[in-house]
């Protein structure tokens, strides 16, 4: 197991050129395997998590989210980002002692959006969603652990699809010290290179949820790093509903062929 301070120097290093894969287990088994599989970094997912415990996305408290993240980043060697929600506060101070609280438990990495818990202004306000990049960026510096800040505009997320407005968020983020930038659900390559151009030098978050755009290209179009969310937690409840769903209506297991042996998967550790 590589030092914490290693990895944190390693996703650091990862983020001054080309372009990584970065993507989301959602318990410590999914992590273990995509460290096999040999990706340079991970992410945790909170949706993916809350699913595991029958709960929707968001419906996980602070608590259970540091003992997820603590879990996850003893479970592996590679650096691991936390999906840190809106650092499970409003209020900037409050944002900056739970960010100190995240990054105690051994992550490289942490990610503050700025959505809001209101359908009809989902977004926070510009001015406060500053101040708490800035009160995140303060409380990391603070703990002297160097893990990067990635500060994200969620307007695509929550049906607030304006490019324009969510460039306006990126930029002032930056400025409030964000490492990186992310725009979630943003889905042409036109988009993205808006993005790119709009932060750069800083590197940019491209999270691929349907398959709209390939590795090679995000790359070209000056992405730094791909992040998958919850969608290979999807794939795998696809697969689980589908089998489910023949036994429940057909009767028959035609699922159940060629599966792979989970055990042969961890006794390599």
Request: with cysteine; glycine share 8%; aromatic share 6%.
């Amino acid at each position: 197991m590589r030092a914490y301070d290693e990895r944190v120097a390693e996703f650091r290093r990862l983020h001054e050129s080309g372009c990584f894969v970065m993507p989301n287990p959602w318990d410590l088994g999914s992590a273990r395997v995509l460290e096999q599989m040999g990706f340079v970094a991970l992410a945790t997912t909170s949706a993916g998590f809350a699913w595991t415990l029958g709960r929707p996305d968001k419906g996980v408290g602070l608590d259970e989210m540091l003992d997820h993240l603590r879990a996850v980043a003893d479970a592996v060697s590679l650096p691991v980002s936390a999906d840190f929600e809106g650092g499970y506060a409003v209020d900037p101070d409050k944002v900056g002692g739970n960010v100190k609280r995240a990054a105690a438990t051994g992550v490289a990495g942490l990610s503050i959006e700025d959505s809001a818990d209101d359908e009809a202004d989902p977004l926070l306000p510009l001015e406060l969603s500053v101040e708490r990049v800035r009160a995140a960026r303060m409380a990391i510096d603070e703990t002297g652990t160097g893990i990067v800040l990635t500060a994200r505009s969620e307007g695509f997320v929550v049906g607030r699809p304006d490019l324009d407005d969510t460039i306006r968020r990126l930029r002032a983020y930056a400025d409030a010290g964000a490492d990186c930038l992310y725009a979630p659900r943003i889905e042409t390559a036109e988009q993205v290179s808006a993005i790119v151009t709009a932060v750069a030098p800083k590197p940019v978050n491209l999270l691929v949820h349907t398959p709209f755009i390939t590795v090679a290209e995000a790359a070209a179009l000056g992405v730094r790093r791909i992040s998958v969310g919850g969608t290979l937690a999807r794939v795998a409840w696809l697969s689980f509903r589908q089998a489910a769903q023949e036994i429940a209506g057909a009767g028959s297991f035609s699922r159940f062929a060629d599966l792979p042996n989970p055990d042969a998967l961890f006794e390599q550790r």
